[in-house]
């Protein structure tokens, strides 16, 4: 049945598996698994709280019980394989009841890549998660009790990227300035994990390929000075070699508006053959033989050096700022896990304080004046110690009255 009011839900999403990632189509394929939940309302699901242990040993119908449905969407996805959907119902010792959806799905999504970086970036693969519901019927809030995971075992695209272990969620409001009614959408939540793109094919197959063609633009140095069409004839060749390279190379990127590393050193390259060829062409109008071979030696010292310097600019801005964002990568992996460890160490460090008059005593428990009087004889150590060979007795006695031990405190 319906409910008004608003209602606030919790989403979690886990990077299941994540199988192939397109940079020319920027896509990428994967499995994830969302969880939602939201607090359980009078009239909703069918029985009461006594009778919730048979709802929650089946856990697997789908859409059953009369529950709230958040409508939740993926609003980046693309193609969608195979879903599945269950609820799961959990109560606390308040007869308050906290409903599970699990959504485990796999799809391709859509993902805008930044390659300014490129070959050496690092790219975020997002779930973007709304609903279908008004603004004032929903607010989806980011899971504050569990952090969202990701399976690095099971990546599949490791030829070519390197993952990161940390997830980041985050609540994206609707922007005010869109074109969407105001207060129509009930916002996002995006769920981020990282990988970085392994550099080393592409340094040894287009990187390595244009620097070769530099240091052969010397050796046309060897025919004389006089000797200007075969110069000339030479780096045109060299200077379309490094064009159809270049659109080679270019085909297996996206059509992106800005450079990226790879394009700025391709661009410098062919830059370089077109000034050997205007360089070669104005050699010819020198006559004088011993005056040309002197000028075509200064030449030829100046773009030696001028390659040089421009390689070591190139390589230490290149390596410099691509490091900034694998190191930021880093660093969140690195408190990732000690979250995650404090999380460990906070669930299994629980100490369960037991104060005697404030648990009811086992119904097999005879009370009586001779026990009374020989209990206020002994020591806080052994009272300590007989109340830890008791506390099985009573967990096992509170959990017969029916309630969740889990959810118990003991101060």
Request: aromatic share 12%; charged share 25%; proline share 4%.
């Given at each position: 049945?319906?409910?008004d009011g608003?209602?606030?839900v ?17 896509k990428f394929?994967?499995e994830?698994l ?8 009078d009239?909703?699901?069918?029985g009461?709280?006594?009778q919730d242990?048979?709802?929650r040993?089946k ?6 019980g009369?529950?709230f449905d958040?409508?939740l ?8 394989r195979?879903?599945?959907c269950?609820?799961?119902?959990e ?11 699990c ?13 300014e ?10 779930i973007?998660?709304s609903?279908e ?8 809030l980011?899971e504050?009790?569990?952090l969202?995971t990701i ?11 390197n993952?990161f272990?940390h997830?980041?969620?985050e609540?994206?409001?609707e922007?005010?300035?869109?074109d969407v009614e105001?207060g129509?959408t ?5 769920a981020k994990c990282?990988?970085a793109r392994r550099s080393e094919?592409?340094f040894?197959?287009?990187?390595l390929?244009?620097?070769?063609l ?11 000075p ?10 045109i060749?060299?200077l379309l070699v490094?064009v ?10 996206p ?9 700025m050193?391709m661009l410098g ?6 000034l050997?060829?205007?360089?070669f ?6 006559k004088?033989r011993?005056?040309a ?6 030449v030829?010292s100046c773009l030696?050096?001028?390659v040089?310097?421009f390689?070591m600019i190139?390589?230490?801005?290149f390596v410099?700022r691509?490091?900034?964002p694998?190191k930021?990568m880093?660093?969140k992996?690195?408190l990732?896990d000690k979250e995650?460890?404090k999380?460990?160490q906070?669930?299994?460090?629980r100490?369960?304080?037991v104060?005697?008059?404030?648990i ?6 005879k009370w ?8 206020s ?15 099985p007795?009573?967990?096992n ?9 889990q959810?118990i405190?003991y101060?």
């Open positions: 049945m319906p409910v608003e209602r606030f919790w989403v979690r999403v886990n990077y299941l598996c994540i199988s192939a990632i397109d940079t020319k189509s920027q394929s994967a994830v969302i969880e939602a939940r939201w607090m359980q309302r009239g909703e699901g069918e009461d709280c006594e242990d048979k709802e040993d856990g697997q119908e789908e859409g059953k009369g529950h958040p409508k969407v993926i609003s980046n996805l693309d193609y969608l195979k879903e599945k269950w609820h799961r119902i109560s606390t010792e308040k007869c308050r009841r906290w409903v599970f959806l959504w485990r799905l796999t799809g391709d999504f859509y993902e805008n890549l930044e390659l970086n490129f070959p050496r970036d690092v790219q975020d693969l997002s973007w998660v609903s519901l008004h603004a004032d019927e929903i607010e989806l980011v504050d009790r569990k969202p399976d690095v075992n099971n990546f599949r695209a490791n030829q070519e990227w993952l272990h997830v980041e969620s609540k994206l409001p922007t005010p300035n869109s105001l129509s009930a916002g996002f939540i995006v990282r990988v094919y592409f040894l197959n287009n990187v390929v244009m620097f070769c530099v240091v052969l633009s010397f050796t046309i140095y060897a025919f004389a006089t000797s200007n069409m075969p110069r000339i004839g030479s780096s060749n060299l490094a159809a390279f270049k659109l080679s190379v270019s085909a297996n990127l059509l992106i508006s800005y450079l990226t590393y790879l394009d050193y390259v062919i830059l370089y053959l077109c050997n060829i205007l360089l062409a104005s050699l010819s109008i020198i004088d011993a005056y071979k002197d000028v075509d030696e200064y030829l030696v050096m001028a040089v310097f390689h190139f390589i230490y801005i410099s691509t490091n900034v694998i930021e880093l660093e992996d690195r990732y995650l460890a999380m460990k906070r669930k299994s460090s100490v369960v304080k104060v005697a008059r404030e009811p005593p086992p119904l097999n428990w009586s004046q001779d026990s009374q009087e020989s209990e004889r002994v020591s806080p150590t052994s009272r300590y110690e007989e109340t830890n060979h008791l506390l007795l009573r967990i006695e509170i959990r017969r009255q029916g309630n969740n031990i959810n405190r101060q």
